[in-house]
């Protein structure tokens, strides 16, 4: 029985099949309807076993929801806004949404959240830093060039984060506005960024292709602009401790909290 069930590639129904007979013994159920929920049994854990590669795949730096966002410590960021985006709108409509702040404030988060929405109602994301990127649009071989830009149109949801923190070469600069071309209108990018737009002009060394990349990002897109405090750095603000408890103390960083933007 279990060589058949292999050989039509039904893997999960062998472990299954004991405990769905005695169901079947017990409830004495048709044989239509025996067959039916093993075949149900299977396909459900083929589904769950296709969203953990998808998320897998996805690279996505830590599990994100906006429901373990805090909107009372970050009150510029609308509430309203990103659960409208987390109902998938942004998929539809190929709206990029680029969020802009300085470090700590949810920029992560927030893409990663809207990613995970997007994964769990089927579709294809990918995360990766610009200076990532960057490094894969500028890489001899098979895998870098155009090739990169071709794997990263791909993705449904594409996230590109930290925005900032690299100088581009030429190559890359053109690479990446070949990127977000190929994508405008069709596939949302997801952006953050501690940068003002007026500094892409000096991020991808020329300030026509910058404005043109930026053309792209922005004529379909959200932008959510985050001017609150670090989340990291919460517990060492007086703030958060109107009694006075170890303000001041500085304690060790967990590893979250030691990576940069
Ligand atoms: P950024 O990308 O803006 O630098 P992150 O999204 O990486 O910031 O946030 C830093 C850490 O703090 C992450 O672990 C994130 O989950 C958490 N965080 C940030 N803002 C909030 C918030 N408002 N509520 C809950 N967790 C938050
Ligand atoms: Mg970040």
Not at 89 to 99: G, I, L
């Amino acid at each position: 029985m279990s060589t058949l069930l292999s050989q039509l590639n039904l893997t999960s129904l062998p472990a299954q099949l004991p405990a769905l007979l005695e169901t079947a013994r017990q409830q004495q159920l048709s044989y239509e309807a025996f067959l039916e929920l093993a075949l149900q049994r299977e396909l459900a854990e083929r589904q769950a076993r296709a969203q953990e590669r998808r998320l897998r795949s996805a690279r996505l730096p830590f599990a994100a929801r906006l429901d373990s966002f805090d909107w009372s410590f970050q009150p510029s960021v609308s509430e309203r806004m990103l659960r409208e985006l987390a109902g998938l709108s942004f998929v539809k409509t190929a709206t990029n949404v680029v969020f802009l702040g300085p470090p700590g404030v949810g920029k992560t988060h927030l893409a990663c959240s809207l990613a995970t929405a997007a994964l769990e109602a089927g579709h294809s994301a990918l995360f990766v830093t610009l200076r990532e990127l960057s490094q894969q649009l500028a890489q001899a071989g098979p895998r870098g060039g155009l090739a990169a830009v071709r794997r990263y149109s791909q993705p449904t949801v594409l996230v590109v984060d930290e925005v900032g923190y690299t100088r581009m070469s030429d190559d890359q600069a053109h690479a990446l506005f070949e990127l977000f071309s190929t994508r405008y209108a069709r596939r949302p990018t997801l952006v953050t960024s501690n940068l003002t737009f007026a500094e892409w002009g000096t991020l991808l060394g020329d300030e026509v292709l910058a404005s043109a990349l930026l053309d792209r990002l922005l004529h379909h897109a959200e932008v959510v602009a985050i001017n609150g405090r670090s989340y990291r750095m919460r517990q060492r603000l007086p703030a958060d401790h109107p009694q006075g408890t170890r303000t001041g103390e500085p304690r060790p960083l967990s590893p979250e909290e030691a990576r940069v933007g």
